[in-house]
């Protein structure tokens, strides 16, 4: 139990255009996910908490007109990065929050391999 | 927010040693302490976590120790393995800003070499 899949697993785009990503928990109901962006030999870090049915929570330095969340149900959060640049290249990591024994665990999506031309 | 470091960046150890992380983190309120190993390309995978009533809680071959008192917990990895080399991340769960909120340590690259 505890799958979250994210797709697409790889996108190459040009800049100027649209990405969306996708994010699954199959096997429970997430209430909250979460988005992240690692850089090549760097740490996660936190983009936005997305909850759904309410507006996604940005981390500081995140612009939410630039990456767009939408938490449409308790099993699916997309990721639109919008007008998207070379910068914005990186490998994308979503998580999934789930109430297990009392305590939330979180689950990790396989990411996504952005890159932009 | 919560400031999370880890020591060492990098460890190279023998195969067979032992191997110790040490993650500090500032947030007081922190309650739960995960440890993630990521292979490259690949999402962090959960190894072992402990709660802030436990001190010490190991699972075969792994370890995580909690100082509450001191903010920092620690991964051991006893018996290493060539399989063992990836990076390693520490993400105490806070609640800064009254909501709870996980930061992810600067990693630590392990390698065993065999």
């Given at each position: 139990g505890a799958v979250v899949s994210q797709h697409p697993s790889w996108v190459i785009c040009k800049s100027g255009t649209s990405v969306k990503i996708e994010c699954r928990s199959l096997d429970f109901q997430a209430t909250t996910m979460f988005w992240y962006r690692q850089f090549p030999k760097q740490s996660l870090m936190l983009m936005a908490t997305s909850n759904e049915g309410s507006k996604a929570t940005y981390e500081q330095g995140v612009e939410k007109d630039k990456f767009l969340i939408n938490h449409?149900?308790?099993?699916l959060s997309t990721l639109t990065v919008t007008?998207?640049?070379?910068?914005?290249?990186s490998f994308y990591i979503c998580s999934a929050r789930r109430l297990a024994g009392g305590a939330y665990e979180q689950y990790f999506g396989p990411g996504t391999r952005l890159t932009v031309t | 927010g919560e400031n999370v470091e880890q020591h060492p960046s990098t460890l190279s150890v023998q195969e067979g040693d032992s191997a110790v992380i040490k993650c500090t983190y500032?947030?007081?309120?922190?309650?739960y302490f995960p440890w993630y190993k990521q292979e490259l390309g690949k999402r962090p995978q959960l190894i072992i976590d402990i709660r802030s009533n436990v001190g010490e809680k190991k699972d075969q071959r792994i370890a995580v120790t909690l100082n509450k008192t001191a903010k920092h917990f620690s991964l051991h990895i006893t018996?290493?393995?060539?399989?063992?080399s990836a990076v390693y991340f520490c993400a105490p769960k806070g609640n800064s800003g009254g909501y709870q909120k996980v930061t992810f340590g600067t990693g630590t690259k392990l390698q065993v070499i065999p």
């Open positions: 449409a149900s308790l099993t007008s998207a640049h070379p910068e914005d290249s | 500032s947030d007081s309120a922190s309650n018996e290493t393995q060539p399989e063992d």
